[in-house]
């Protein structure tokens, strides 16, 4: 499907202040952001922001942070963080302190960051971040295109360098075929499956506490298993690597 550019997007993002700029000065320093010290946990492409939104509000002792790489994709999460929150319209204005400061306020452990996740090493230092999500991720079904796949041993070797040791990947699809690939390419990339679902909707532990996404939803609806995964380090890693 070809995203529909939205021109006023880049304006929008540049000048609302939960969309974090110049992301990569403050690697290692996320804690400044914040004015906390309180675990960290991203989503990779956040999308429309439903899941992260709901997230934050449930959790307000985590930081959260939504990484989306389409600024018209991430206009859309920017509306609804102010739909669900009681701001004003969007109106782009030519000085940032015109924006309505109290809509920051109230979700304050919630970020925006319009980015690759290429560049995941280039934003967070080592051990910076607790959790990383990745929810109906884009499957890149051409094999060529496989490492692209955020499921790919190569990006999880970019989570590597920025989960701290007790961090882990939690990744939902409906996706058949990119969920087996995933689970191998876990144990390709050295860590651990610590628990999977092929129907997490009906598997009463790892659907405890679950919260959807807009993509759930709609899949679920339709008859579609969920899938799910927990990766983390191989707890044998550390000691082969000394």
């Known amino acids: ?13 540049q000048a609302h ?28 492409g956040m999308g429309k922001g439903s899941f992260l939104l709901s997230m934050a509000e449930k959790n307000p002792e ?10 018209s994709v991430l206009l859309r999460a920017v509306e609804k963080y102010e739909e669900r929150n009681g701001g ?37 230092g080592p051990g910076e971040l607790g959790r990383i999500y990745l929810n109906f991720s884009d499957p890149w079904p051409k094999k060529k295109h496989a490492r692209r796949r ?17 961090g882990r990947v939690e ?6 075929e990119l969920f087996r690939f995933s689970l191998e390419e876990v144990e390709e990339a050295g860590w651990e499956t610590a628990a999977f679902t092929w129907d997490l909707h009906h598997d ?14 709609k899949f679920s609806g339709m008859g579609h298993p969920i899938h799910k995964l927990i990766a983390v380090r191989h707890p044998r890693r550390e000691t082969d690597e000394r």
């Open 62 to 71: 985590i930081n959260y942070i939504g990484l989306e790489r389409y600024s």
């Open 88 to 124: 004003k319209a969007l109106i782009l204005a030519e000085d940032e302190a015109e924006w309505d400061f109290k809509i920051y306020e109230r979700l304050p452990n919630l970020r925006f960051i319009c980015m690759d996740a290429a560049e995941l090493a280039e934003v967070f």
């Open 204 to 217: 009463e532990a790892m659907n405890q506490g679950n919260v959807m996404t807009e993509y759930e939803e």
């Open 171 to 176: 990744f939902k699809t409906d996706n058949r």
């Open 150 to 166: 955020l499921t790919s041993r190569e990006f999880f070797r970019r989570y590597d360098k920025s989960l701290d040791k007790a």
């Open 1 to 13: 499907m070809r995203l529909r550019n939205i021109p006023r997007a880049e304006g929008v993002l």
């Open 17 to 44: 202040p939960i969309v974090v700029k110049n992301e990569k000065t403050r690697k290692g320093n996320w804690y400044r952001e914040f004015g906390n010290t309180r675990p960290i946990h991203i989503e990779i």
